[in-house]
């Protein structure tokens, strides 16, 4: 089981990006998918998440200048706009999903991504 992350790169502040994760694999089912960053000397932290049955959860930081959707049971893009310098970390998506054969949840992490914007 395993997660791909595309997207990211260098953006202007101002400007914008966008991420998309697809996990492949086989699992029983998928719960909530989304995003974390973490930026230099900075503890990894929440951007955004959407569960399974569509709601989703931002970090006050970038509440109206991202949004997360869910583009199926599998994939989720982020549209990350009106971008800040402070946005720039390496990005992460992470899905909980059940493994087959378990009704344990447990969490599946992406490789990391890097966004830089600058000013």
């Known amino acids: 089981v395993q997660l791909q992350a595309s997207g990211g790169g260098l953006a202007q502040a101002g400007g914008s990006l966008n991420l998309s994760c697809r996990l492949s694999?086989?699992?029983?089912?998928?719960?909530?998918m989304g995003w974390f960053r973490q930026a230099p000397e900075k503890e990894r932290e929440l951007v955004a998440v959407v569960a399974d049955y569509g709601s989703t959860n931002y970090a006050d930081s970038v509440k109206g200048r991202f949004t997360i959707s869910r583009d199926n049971a599998r994939a989720i893009t982020l549209r990350m706009n009106s971008l800040k310098v402070e946005d720039s970390a390496v990005y992460y998506c992470?899905?909980?999903?059940?493994?087959?054969?378990?009704?344990?949840?447990?969490?599946?992490w992406g490789q990391g991504t890097l966004v830089t914007v600058s000013s």
């Open positions: 694999g086989i699992v029983k089912d998928v719960a909530d």
């Open positions: 992470r899905a909980r999903v059940r493994p087959m054969g378990s009704n344990t949840g447990t969490f599946v």
